[in-house]
């Protein structure tokens, strides 16, 4: 039972590339989420699902867009990368059924230069 | 827009000393709240997750307490070890409307327990 994977773990990028990060869970959670962490910020909320071909924006969705195709799966792509997107990436996921318990994954360390 | 706060941002302390950390939010109809540990580089951890009708959790040398009405929650670490070294984080889950489990996220408390 692996829980919650992510690839990859760590990227650089030059601004204005693109790219995809993959997270999957083996747990058949129904929603998954994408937040970001900066130093002194917490962890923001990027996007969300609460199924299979659903998404949400949450709090900084500008410049990310997401992609639901299975259920245990949650991409999160940046389509023109620039160097405010530096960052931490987690993926989490949680069950429907209440108290939402987040399980997270490692995390992918991105680069924009 | 609901706030979590965690203060103080860094907290160091002798091993064996219990750790006492603080969680404040702005707005009293939580839905949950979830604590959780972050190693350097690595992911977050749950501890422990505290439902609005509870008062408190207990894991063993972890306990955590809710108290809605000040907007505070408080995560005890009873017999501190330098293995308890890591941030600490809290989470909050604000319903009715955001009791589907999306979370605010406090910007963490980060603990050194010195041998």
């Known amino acids: 039972n692996a829980g919650v994977t992510q690839t990859p773990k760590f990227r650089v990028l030059k601004t204005g590339q693109s790219m995809t990060l993959l997270c999957a869970q083996d747990m058949n959670h129904e929603y998954m989420y994408w937040y970001r962490q900066d130093p002194g910020m917490g962890l923001r909320l990027i996007h969300y699902?609460?199924?299979?071909?659903?998404?949400a924006k949450g709090e900084v969705p500008d410049g990310y867009n997401v992609s639901r195709l299975k259920k245990q799966n949650f991409l999160l792509g940046l389509e023109s990368a620039a160097p405010s997107q530096t960052s931490v990436y987690f993926c989490?996921?949680?069950?429907?059924?209440?108290?939402?318990?987040?399980?997270f994954g490692p995390g992918t360390r991105l680069t924009v230069t | 827009k609901q706030e979590v706060t965690q203060i103080p941002a860094a907290l160091s302390v002798p091993e064996g000393e219990n750790l006492v950390l603080n969680c404040s939010f702005t707005d009293s109809a939580i839905y949950n709240l979830q604590w959780f540990r972050q190693d350097p580089g690595k992911g977050l951890t749950s501890l422990l997750l505290?439902?609005?009708?509870?008062r408190e959790q207990t894991s063993g040398r972890l306990n955590a307490s809710l108290d809605k009405s000040s907007g505070r929650s408080t995560l005890y670490i009873a017999a501190s070890q330098p293995g308890d070294s890591a941030t600490y984080l809290c989470?909050?889950?604000?319903?009715?409307?955001?009791?589907?489990?999306?979370?605010?996220f406090g910007a963490g408390t980060q603990v050194v327990v010195t041998p």
């Open positions: 989470a909050v889950s604000f319903g009715p409307t955001d009791s589907w489990g999306k979370f605010q």
């Open positions: 989490a996921s949680s069950s429907r059924d209440g108290p939402y318990e987040q399980y």
């Open positions: 699902s609460v199924g299979e071909g659903t998404t």
């Open positions: 505290i439902q609005s009708s509870q």
